[in-house]
């Protein structure tokens, strides 16, 4: 997996993420534990937690049909 020139890989926190996929929190974190959606990772700490954003944009072209 390559890191667009547009987009740098970057840590998104759940806000981003939602408005990314248009998905609701209660969705990600499900579809997180059927392994359907790139997990989240721990930052900064204990409770912080966050996506990287090159997964979520590979997982977000294959929901398009963008990746054979």
Same mark, same amino acid.
């Given at each position: 997996?390559?890191?667009?020139?547009?987009?740098?890989?970057?840590?998104? /926190?759940? +806000?981003?993420?939602?408005?990314?996929? #248009?998905?609701?929190?209660?969705?990600?974190?499900d579809?997180?534990? %059927?392994? /359907?959606? +790139?997990?989240?990772?721990?930052?900064? #700490?204990?409770?912080?937690?966050g996506?990287?954003?090159?997964?979520? %944009?590979?997982?977000i072209?294959?929901?398009?049909?963008?990746?054979a």
């Open positions: 997996m390559t890191v667009s020139a547009h987009h740098p890989r970057c840590i998104w /926190r759940l +806000p981003t993420v939602k408005v990314r996929t #248009g998905l609701g929190r209660t969705t990600i974190y579809l997180m534990k %059927e392994g /359907r959606f +790139p997990k989240s990772r721990r930052i900064a #700490g204990v409770h912080a937690v996506w990287d954003s090159v997964e979520v %944009e590979a997982w072209a294959v929901q398009l049909g963008e990746v």
